[in-house]
């Protein structure tokens, strides 16, 4: 039950819900009966049924009663094999997986009708014109915002890929059945077709065997952008364009990115050793190589779609542009053609067609199939792969390409080169490599010609057809090129014939647009080719920028390593000023600091090669460099001073300036302490010369800078977390706004209220005034990613969402607090939230065994979730844990300790100094606190004291159980002082939906619950028994389905 599933519960229709459910239940059933007979069955049903009953009596008030029926469950389900508890355990957790496919079918389903749905941009547009926002105001604003979702690789998403799938494919099965016009014998195979998506789930392994590489996960997350991103994007923007026009009389600008997309998937390098430099080139390469694909499918769309023969003059001058270039390519070949066949004694025609040979390419109908790689899932609507098939070599984490049904490419052209006499020499190298290439490419070339068109024919052809076909011409180009540099072999091309940039590749369609329009033709213009525009623009041709991370720690060493060389003493010991003077100097000079034959470290060699990367691949791929654990102005300089470096260095042995822009370079301030420094960090920083100049020349005078969620809350609690980051933002904005430079903050936001979620919305709107100035930065992590962005149609919602709430906080700012001693209040909670947190977290001896033994946090390594560790290092304390599994360990027990501890004590003392009038006040005027709480209130109803204290008297030694009732009382508290200060009667009281969905999960979660701890008192008595890992494993999956969240 995490914050999706409180963005679920106010867009949900639960008469038709329930239905649904009735039906997918009914299914499973069926299937069970089937793949596991009647006596598990029976199991299934009774404990079902007992659990409903408890649940039922504990909302009646007859707690006693329901306390024994949970106890005879609990007995009943530790008598139980291990067979059958794995079996049970299964059951229980594909039942919720199915509940919440069916929550966001419904989302999706009544987020289709607009006019319905709160937050759309039609309705806020209209809010703000009533408002008084002039018409010319908010057009303006809304096409010149900029918003990014940056997706991570952060390991919170538990389902295997494939079951992923296999779950969209039900909610398209869902989507079909809400057809009113389905026949009898339709609604009979739609029935056959669930009965076999179910059945097929329950027959594929839950279980990650293996951990995913960070290519694995760029992969995954690419396959975002195919799947759902790629469809919803056109239709969002074409819904902010229509909203655009009825409010102010124009449509959104063609080129308008008011949402684009980054990644620190194969980027993200903080305490993950698997990304080196060689990963991220790779996963950049590929996602080019994507993009390409997927803009060859749609140019061949739009040729077989513009068939018509008037178009301006400008295009006209193009068309013969690429007409006279084709004479002169044509008679260029045949003379290569001839030279060709001597030297080889060619006199037949190969044996096999080269693929696509049997199709016409003027028609939409030649079937472009995908030539980039789907995640292992067979299915109907996945493509198989014919021209290429893209593999990663897991034992050098090499990505390669290679033809189906041939050996590969570099092995092809290895054993042709050993065949050929060996140059001395790499210019010898080069010009056998290039032979080979231009052989290898030559007879795929000619059958091409001869299905395109004769050079008289042309003339006839739609101009569009032609600009189209020149278009895919150097997309083919582009993807060959991207070939050759992953292999690492030298491009043969003309910089003319491929594109490098998204404006290159924008400019002839948009020539095709104006002429479209100029001619008449401005319902086919605003068509297939406004939205293959608008793709070009939000995905350029990279679809997702890649940052970059790393710790500010690992910088140090590297210009530590690099003074010793140098004799210039151990950086690490200068302090501050020294480290700021030196580093400004050296930014200062020309040449470069770091010599070729430096001899380092492999950890700092890392370092050096991923800037290196940088340098080559630029700003054209990679958004930001993110320095994590920032805590000083030199951290920044340290990197700006790498990369310079690098720069040099590519420039110096490629004889020209590195072609890509630079890096932006962004302090991520995450600890409480660096929070409170940030504004001093910004000011420092802003007031060297250099380092001011360098923004406004290159980055437009825009200073980006992160702020964490995850370990500011594991660090002082949620309270104080929220408190902190709030006072951040607001220094970080004055210090930007002291020196006239522009701030876009970048929020690192979980998926759990522990680590920053909640309703998008909500979170956005309850930033301080003036942080949010039409731009924003977010990360969407694991699960979240998924649920937000996994179908079309709610992505489309949730793109909405983002929009008009950015919008909202820029045209009409949040309030800040009306009286000044609200913010002595809040000072005042957070100390004394703070002080019990750490008290109970840091200082309690007892809290780490307690900690270990309540839940499965040790376990949690097993799942495969995520390629990198679940600590930074390999001290067992709290403090290098990271906030995932931090979070995740206690979302498995119900008892989500890390969103309220601390919580109730601030809220309690300064209610008893005499404030809760105040409070009271503040709640419903100011919306920092007021989401503060309600994100509080949302946690707290959906944790269980009953389910929490079941794990402590089966799991936690006696002499610790103390412990485990007092903080069990904390959260008593922490609920009783929560609703006097909203004023609600029950938790959840200004959200019934959500409450209604909770409730109706616990007949399924509670089992799992009460099996997880028997499995885990099981476990640690025989940890070697793989089955009862897989066991434990599978209520793991089934919880998290269940609060549908990991951490």
Sequence with gaps: MTDIMDDIAEEISFQSYEDDLRLLFSLLNDVLQREVGANIMAKVEHTRTLSQSACLIRAAGIENTAELLEKQLASELSKMTLEEALKLGRAFSHFLSLMGIAENHHRSRKSKNVAQVSKSCDDTFNRLIQGGVSPDKLYDTMCNQEVEIVLTAHPTQINRRTLQYKHIRISHLLEVN?????????????????????????????????????????????????????????????????????????????????????????????????????????????????????????????????????????????????????????????????????????HGLPLQLPEGADSPSHTECNNVESHYPQLDVPGSEFKPLKEVILYLATDTHTLKFRSTGSKSTSSSISSQTAKSPQPNTLKGTLIIQRKMLAESQAGKASFQRLLEPKMAQKSAISPYRIVLGDVKDKLRNTRRRLEQLLEGHPCDLDPCDYYDTPNQLLQPLLLCYESLQSCGSGILANGRLADLIRRVSVFGMVLMKLDLRQESG??????????????????????????????????????????????????????????????????????????????????????????????LAVAGEQGRPCVGGILRVVPLFETVADLRGAGSVIRRLLSIDWYRDHIIKNHN?????????????????????????????????????EYGIKVTLFHGRGGSIGRGGGPTHLAIQSQPPGSVMGTLRSTEQGEMVQAKFGLPQIAVRQLEVYTTAVLLATLRPPKPPRDENWRTLMEEISKISSKNYRSTVYENPEFLTYFQEATPQAELGNLNIGSRPTRRKTSLGIDHLRAIPWIFAWTQTRFVLPAWLGVGAGLKGVCEQGHTEELKAAYKEWPFFQSTLDLIEMVLGKADVPIVKHYDEVLVSESRRGLGDQLRNDLLTTENYVLVVTGHEKLSDNNKSLRMLIESRLPYLNPLNMLQVEILRRLRNDTENHKLRDALLITINGIAAGMRNTG
């Design 178 to 346: 809400d057809r009113k016009d389905l026949t009898q014998e339709d609604q009979d195979g739609l029935i056959e077709d669930l009965v076999r998506e179910i059945t097929s789930i329950w027959q594929t392994d839950e279980l990650r065997r293996h951990k995913p590489t960070p290519v694995d996960e760029a992969r995954s997350g690419l396959n975002y952008i195919e799947q759902s991103l790629w469809k919803a994007i056109p239709q969002y923007l074409r819904r902010v364009s229509n909203a655009l026009k009825k409010h102010t009389g124009k449509p959104l600008r063609l080129t308008s990115t008011p949402i684009k997309f980054g990644s620190w998937m194969g980027g993200d390098r903080d305490g993950n050793p698997n990304v080196t430099a060689k990963v991220t080139k790779d996963v950049c390469l590929l996602s080019r190589w994507m993009a390409i694909d997927l803009y060859t499918l749609e140019v061949d769309n739009l040729r077989f779609e513009l068939s018509m023969n008037q178009c301006s003059d400008r295009l006209s001058k193009l068309v013969h542009e690429i007409l006279r270039k084709e004479y002169s390519e044509e008679d260029r070949h045949e003379k290569i053609n001839q030279i060709m066949n001597k030297a080889h004694n060619v």
């Design 554 to 647: 690992r910088h140090s060493e590297t210009i530590d390593a690099v003074t010793n060389y140098l004799g210039m003493g151990k950086y690490s010991e200068w302090d501050e000023a020294k480290k700021l003077e030196f580093l400004s100097k050296e930014l200062k000079g020309k040449r470069p600091l770091i010599p070729p034959t430096i001899d380092v470290s492999p950890e700092v060699k890392e370092v050096l090669d991923t800037f290196r990367v940088a340098a080559e691949l630029g700003s054209d791929s990679l958004g930001a460099y993110v320095i994590s654990m920032a805590s000083n102005a030199s951290d920044v300089l340290a990197v700006e001073l790498l990369q310079k470096d690098a720069r």
């Design 701 to 737: 005078g825009h200073q980006e800078v992160m702020v964490g969620y995850s370990d500011s809350g594991k660090d002082a609690g949620r309270f104080t977390a929220a408190w902190e980051l709030y006072k951040a933002q607001e220094d970080v904005v004055a210090a930007c706004k």
